[in-house]
């Protein structure tokens, strides 16, 4: 069973936009914090930004906060990456991923805490 799918990925200008989304099966986003994390071929994973719902509690990497904005709808299970300003290193495929429970500040971006990942969404962004 494939319990998360990122979609909206794709090629795009400096300073342009994308919004991509994480459709959850099997996972409700009301039990499972969804976060998004990008890796780049050669480098480690970053994590980019979470959304936990039974705390009401978002956390975004200081490299796109005030770029980047996440959301969900809860009755649709998804989980979207509204990206605003988008830069080449941007460019990175990126991931959604699950983890039961309500991750903290302190630990939210570590990517071991996730239980499920999806296949992951190409996203380019020229100069």
């Known amino acids: 069973e494939e319990q998360l799918v990122e979609s909206g990925g794709g090629l795009v200008q400096a300073g342009g936009s994308l919004r991509l989304s994480c459709v959850a099966s099997?996972?409700?986003?009301?039990?499972?914090?969804i976060g998004w994390f990008r890796q780049v071929p050669g480098k480690e994973r970053e994590a980019v930004s979470c959304?936990?719902?039974?705390?009401?509690?978002?956390y975004y990497s200081d490299s796109v906060k005030g770029r980047f904005t996440i959301s969900a709808d809860i009755a649709k299970n998804t989980v979207y990456l509204q990206m605003n300003s988008l830069k080449p290193e941007d460019t990175a495929v990126y991931y959604c991923?699950?983890?039961?429970?309500?991750?903290?500040?302190?630990?939210?971006?570590?990517?071991?805490?996730?239980?499920?990942w999806g296949q992951g969404t190409q996203v380019t962004v020229s100069s």
């Open positions: 959304f936990s719902d039974s705390d009401d509690m978002i």
């Open positions: 099997e996972v409700t986003v009301e039990d499972y914090a």
């Open positions: 991923a699950a983890q039961y429970g309500r991750p903290s500040r302190a630990n939210w971006h570590i990517a071991e805490r996730y239980d499920y």
